[in-house]
């Protein structure tokens, strides 16, 4: 089974830029949809992008689209989310997991990604 390990958090000014990573550790992302899901103090943890690692297709909820960029390299075994123009809302802790790709595309929900990452904590000042 993969384990998603994830690196790249930090502080930032608003409008600033981040790039968080998810490296599969145990195995490849081969066969699996990896995704971005994010938790704000306080609040639900929410769904922020995902890839098909089978073909390189990506999904983003409509809060981050235009700023936020999820990309692959398949080499490394590692996926990326590239976050541009960074507000204060998009502070939290950023989670990568992963689920089988055999499941229905696009989709948001946390069903079916059984592997977590430990998170990153993403800051954003004002």
């Known amino acids: 089974q993969v384990q998603p390990v994830e690196s790249g958090g930090g502080l930032v000014q608003a409008g600033g830029s981040l790039r968080l990573s998810c490296l599969a550790s145990?195995?490849?992302?081969?066969?699996?949809?990896v995704a971005w899901f994010r938790q704000a103090p306080g609040k639900e943890r929410e769904f922020v992008a995902a890839?098909?690692?089978?073909?390189?297709?990506?999904y983003y909820v409509d809060s981050v689209k235009g700023r936020f960029t999820m990309s692959r390299d398949i080499a490394a075994n590692t996926v990326y989310l590239q976050m541009n123009s960074l507000k204060p809302e998009d502070t939290a802790v950023y989670y990568c997991?992963?689920?089988?790709?055999?499941?229905?595309?696009?989709?948001?929900?946390?069903?079916?990604?059984?592997?977590w990452g430990q998170g990153t904590q993403v800051t954003v000042s004002s």
């Open positions: 890839i098909r690692w089978s073909v390189g297709v990506t």
């Open positions: 997991a992963a689920r089988s790709d055999r499941r229905t595309w696009p989709s948001p929900k946390q069903e079916g990604y059984v592997y």
């Open positions: 145990g195995r490849t992302f081969s066969s699996y949809d």
